[in-house]
Nanobody, 123 residues
Framework: QVQLVESGGGLVQAGGSLRLSCAASGRTFSRPDMGWFRQAPGKEREFVAAITYGGGTTYYGDSVKGRFTISRDNAKNAVSLQMNSLKPEDTAVYYC????????????????WGQGTQVTVSS
């Protein structure tokens, strides 16, 4: 069983920054790649970013490229998402997920999910 716990969400004004964290515990896959998704009210879950175990390769959704940065600390089993220049359209629940196989951009490629953390960006 894998547990993923997100933290760091909150309310921020447009143009501000937030840093989300995801702590993994339990029986994680060996050398797991990780990702972040988000879901706004009434919308489908959307890919945000992913990172390979070694951190050498990252992937980003088009809407966050150049503003968000994904990173990880394998010694702490943690993944972070630094979000800068936030916009009201970034408002969503953000989920951390452990990659299993397939396309990094698709939620079906991830086997374990956290409960999510709310990010609200005011205009």
């Amino acid at each position: 069983q894998v547990q993923l716990v997100e933290s760091g969400g909150g309310l921020v004004q447009a143009g501000g920054s937030l840093r989300l964290s995801c702590a993994a515990s339990g029986r994680t896959f060996s050398r797991p790649d990780m990702g972040w998704f988000r879901q706004a009210p009434g919308k489908e879950r959307e890919f945000v970013a992913a990172i390979t175990y070694g951190g050498g390769t990252t992937y980003y959704g088009d809407s966050v490229k150049g503003r968000f940065t994904i990173s990880r600390d394998n010694a702490k089993n943690a993944v972070s998402l630094q979000m800068n220049s936030l916009k009201p359209e970034d408002t969503a629940v953000y989920y951390c997920a452990q990659y299993v196989s397939g396309s990094y951009y698709r939620q079906g490629s991830y086997g374990y999910w956290g409960q999510g953390t709310q990010v609200t960006v005011s205009s």
